[in-house]
């Protein structure tokens, strides 16, 4: 990559707290939307079934346009394919408050997650270009700031519908104030672009070699994380028989541990290097997946959960990293990883509810963990070194942190 020279350690300070505000501003756009789920399926007259449906097309939107971002990013530059993809995303809220009916939901919602799925490209490739440039980890706690934005959306959403406000016009306000805020954010970034005689990426493309085994790591956290965003709240109800209260204790707690784990990650992969990170968070969240399936109490049950988050916190984070540094088009590589990130998104929920009602929650939270198993046995493939000099400019420019 090339662009700007004036890479001073007070400019690329800068940088790094103007990705960061892309982070945020992107995670409250997620946050605003979950909240107003029920708005938008009371206006569209939906039943739970078809909302599900629906609720299926922002992965698949995802997933399909992803690739994209690469040629975007090539094309524009890092700073000015950042600039429109984030627009796009912020402004895409706007949409499914609008849809009158399943049809056009369905369709809201694919385009809701394709801007989605292309910024989040876009601001990842970038994060990891501004982490090779200061020489330290900093794409966990990048993530812990899409939880916070994603956290403060929830809170104005929720003060929305407690209000009884239109969806349309809370997510009108929120759209454009979040697009003027990623706007301004999007200035501060590097503008980076890539060398003039580098070949464009495809349209449309698979995920290179590269990418597969590290998308299979972030397979396993995201499995993780949905499986106990969605079930936790049930298993406490429905397995330990606790109070709806504290059912709904254990999602909050979860996420507050998501982002309270990414957040500090930085230090501790600085301290021992990604895959010593990866590895003893594989050891947590498959110690907390143990205390689920073999002890009944509700305390249990709410340390397990609390460990699965510590433990797969920065995975997807360092996943993203190290597909940035497997080969010679890291944007592409990113597209690849998010793609079967989300993939496992998409599937978690559904899978676990299915091994749910063929055997038993204990054993879908069993399958649980053993993918957190699998991320002890898989860190390795975070060991990725850069192939070009213009990813990272080479192994001497890649933090210490990350050459575990």
């Not at 971002?69 to 094309?75: C, D, E, F, Y």
């Not at 879908?364 to 993918?371: I, R």
């Not at 957190?372 to 213009?390: D, K, M, S, Y």
Request: glycine fraction near 10%; aromatic fraction near 6%; charge should be positive.
């Amino acid at each position: 990559m090339t662009g700007e020279t004036d890479l001073s350690p007070a400019r690329l300070r800068h940088a790094r707290f103007a990705i960061a505000a892309v982070f945020c501003a992107h995670g409250a756009v997620t946050g605003s939307f979950a909240t107003r789920i029920p708005w938008i399926q009371d206006h569209a007259q939906l039943s739970a079934g078809t909302l599900g449906l629906a609720l299926a097309f922002p992965a698949l939107g995802a997933a399909l346009m992803m690739p994209l971002a690469g040629r975007i990013n090539h094309r524009l530059g890092a700073r000015a394919a950042l600039r429109v993809l984030l627009a796009l995303w912020t402004l895409s809220l706007l949409l499914p408050s609008l849809a009158p009916n399943l049809v056009t939901l369905c369709f809201a919602l694919f385009v809701f997650g394709a801007t989605a799925g292309m910024a989040d490209v876009a601001m990842n490739a970038l994060g990891v270009e501004t982490e090779n440039r200061l020489k330290r980890s900093i794409m966990s706690s990048l993530h812990g700031m899409w939880s916070v934005g994603a956290l403060i959306g929830s809170a104005a959403g929720t003060l929305a519908a407690h209000t009884g406000a239109d969806a349309r016009l809370h997510h009108l306000i929120a759209a454009l104030a979040l697009t003027a805020a990623g706007l301004v954010a999007v200035r501060g970034v590097l503008d980076l672009r890539t060398d003039t005689d580098a070949e464009a990426p495809p349209h449309f493309a698979l995920p290179p070699k590269s990418a597969l085994f590290i998308g299979a790591i972030g397979f396993c956290a995201v499995f993780a994380e949905g499986a106990s965003m969605d079930w936790s709240a049930v298993y406490l109800r429905d397995v330990l028989g606790t109070d709806a209260g504290l059912a709904a204790a254990s999602t909050t707690a979860f996420a507050l541990t998501m982002a309270l784990a990414r957040l500090s990650g930085d230090k501790v992969v600085d301290r021992f290097g990604a895959v010593r990170t990866v590895r003893a968070g594989g050891v947590l969240a498959t110690a907390g997946g143990l205390l689920l399936v073999t002890v009944r109490h509700p305390a249990a049950a709410l340390a397990g959960f609390g460990l699965i988050g510590l433990g797969i916190a920065v995975v997807v984070p360092l996943a993203f990293a190290a597909a940035a540094r497997s080969g010679p088009a890291p944007a592409q590589a990113i597209a690849g990883v998010a793609t079967i990130t989300y993939t496992s998104g998409l599937i978690a929920p559904s899978a676990i509810g299915a091994v749910a009602d063929a055997t038993s929650l204990v054993v879908s939270f069993g399958l649980v963990t053993l993918l957190a198993f699998a991320l002890i046995l898989g860190a390795t493939v975070l060991r990725q070194r850069p192939v070009t000099a213009g990813s990272a400019a080479a192994d001497r420019d890649e933090p210490a942190a990350l050459r575990p």
